[in-house]
Structures are given as structure tokens and as C-alpha cells.
């Protein structure tokens, strides 16, 4: 299973970013995907997972502000996030199922 990630960077405050997954070796539509985030000395956290009937979870921080659609046909989910705010510096990892991708870089600078 592989699970490519990208589209992480340098953004100021208030602009928006989008992230990309895309998996291979593995199904995809049945399993719920979604993205997590580790700020520097702090513990991964939820930013928001779907489900594959389209449920949405998501941390109360991110809520109004980033979206995670997917593409079951081209096996992938995206992040897109807008209003972006400093504290929105983190790495970011992707999920599929229970597979996790390498982490890609968000910067926020204020």
C-alpha cells in the first residue's frame, strides 16, 4: 500500500492550500479516509476524516474552513483549506483505512 501525498508549503495567513492522497495497492471506496496533523511538540490530532458514505469528521478548529473531499475513481482525497491561520502549522499525514501516508509540510506565516 502506498499512500502519495502532496501539495504541502509556505502560505500566508489567510490564504488556502489544497493537499493531495493519492493510494494505490489498496481499496478505497469502502474505507473511511481523512487527514491528521502534528504541530511541533504537540500530539497528532483529527483534522477531519470522511466516511464512504460521505460523513464528515472534523476538529471544531478546522470547522467552516477546510474541506476533504474525495475521488473514489482516481482513489484519492484531498484537503482544501481556507483561512488558513498560523496555528495551522503542522505536518500533515493522510488515511486510508488504516494506512497512513508520509507526512507533507503546511507553513502558515502570520
Known amino acids: 500500500v502506498q499512500l502519495q501525498a502532496s501539495g504541502g508549503g509556505l502560505v500566508q495567513a489567510g490564504g488556502s492550500l489544497r493537499l493531495s492522497c493519492a493510494a494505490s495497492?489498496?481499496?478505497?471506496?469502502?474505507?473511511?479516509v481523512g487527514w491528521y496533523r502534528q504541530a511541533p511538540g504537540k500530539q497528532r490530532e483529527l483534522v477531519a476524516t470522511?466516511?464512504?458514505?460521505?460523513?464528515?469528521t472534523s476538529a471544531d478548529s478546522v470547522k467552516g474552513r477546510f474541506t476533504v473531499p474525495r475521488d473514489n475513481a482516481e482513489k484519492s482525497v484531498y484537503l482544501q483549506m481556507d483561512s488558513l491561520k498560523p496555528e495551522d502549522t503542522a505536518v500533515y499525514y493522510c488515511?486510508?483505512?488504516?494506512?497512513w501516508g508520509k507526512g507533507t509540510l503546511v507553513t502558515v506565516s502570520s
Open positions: 495497492g489498496t481499496s478505497f471506496s469502502t474505507k473511511a
Open positions: 488515511i486510508v483505512g488504516g494506512f
Open positions: 470522511i466516511s464512504p458514505g460521505g460523513r464528515l
